[in-house]
């Protein structure tokens, strides 16, 4: 031990050694303690209805012919029939709670900022709405969301930050839901306007493959699905070339990045908010 001491360059590379090791041991154990919670959640809200798993058999058939379905006379017709939509798809489950790709904030805390600057980023004339699943404002795993609305955008902005990361990751369900409102939205417009789904996940679908409905819904309407892939990589259900738009984002700014990709394609895109936010 003496001769140790008097070495200064020896003992400063064994402290250093030491504490990476300590320091290795230590997340080693945090990453052990996290995968038992995650898993914990889970089993414990796979049974509930929202993650059912979606046979191939079962999931919803788009119907074939004109889309959107005539307005029949009880719809009442927008007052912009050529106004863009932009229905987000917002991933509120357990895992949403990680910091993994967001600095000191949780991939929660991050989505919610970054969908909050892709709506502001939209002119006041465009239509925005929200469909989410996990852990709603009430704090119950279910699913929320928020009607299709231009101009003032306090309310989805309000939902926004209630969200609660919890439960699993229905994504079949909610993007059927989220088809089913634009559709409804395309009666009002006659079928004019542009018609976007945009979803922020970071997990693989737990009710379902959602491929093949998107595949339907690409096919027999006008909706363009974009799907932002926070923290995970390319191999995802809705990942489908030709068919969908994918991008993976690693990190915050990636993350606005694939928003920003959104937004370019209407010309209501003000892209100086992003550079005054």
């Known amino acids: 031990m003496g001769r140790l001491f008097r070495n200064p360059s020896r003992t400063m590379t064994s402290i250093i050694m030491l504490w990476v090791f300590l320091g290795a041991a230590v997340y080693w154990q945090i990453q052990r303690l996290d995968e038992k919670r995650i898993a914990t959640n889970r089993a414990a809200y796979a049974r509930h209805p929202n993650n059912k798993f979606i046979p191939p058999s079962q999931i919803p058939k788009i119907n074939p012919g004109a889309w959107p379905p005539p307005a029949g006379k009880t719809v009442e017709m927008a007052q912009d029939l050529t106004a863009a939509n932009y229905l987000i798809v917002f991933d509120g489950s357990f895992s949403m709670n990680e910091s993994r790709c967001s600095g000191s904030l949780t991939k929660l805390q991050v989505a919610k900022s970054a969908v909050k600057k892709f709506i502001s980023a939209l002119g006041p004339g465009a239509n925005v709405g929200l469909v989410g699943f996990?852990?709603?404002?009430?704090?119950?795993?279910?699913?929320?969301?928020?009607p299709l609305v231009s101009g003032d955008r306090t309310g989805i902005n309000n939902l926004l930050d209630g969200v609660r990361g919890l439960g699993n990751t229905p994504l079949s369900r909610s993007v059927f839901r989220g088809f089913e409102m634009l559709e409804a939205q395309a009666r009002r417009q006659g079928g004019y306007g542009q018609y976007h789904m945009v979803i922020v996940t970071d997990g693989i679908s737990t009710d379902g493959d959602p491929s093949i409905m998107t595949r339907n819904i690409v096919e027999r309407s006008a909706i363009k699905i974009h799907t932002i892939g926070f923290c995970i990589n390319d191999r995802h259900g809705l990942n489908v070339p030709g068919y969908t738009r994918y991008s993976t984002a690693s990190d915050p700014g990636a993350l606005e990045a694939g928003l920003r990709g959104v937004l370019s394609e209407n010309d209501s895109f003000d892209p100086g908010v992003y550079i005054k936010q």
């Open 134 to 146: 996990g852990g709603s404002p009430s704090g119950k795993n279910r699913n929320y969301e928020h």
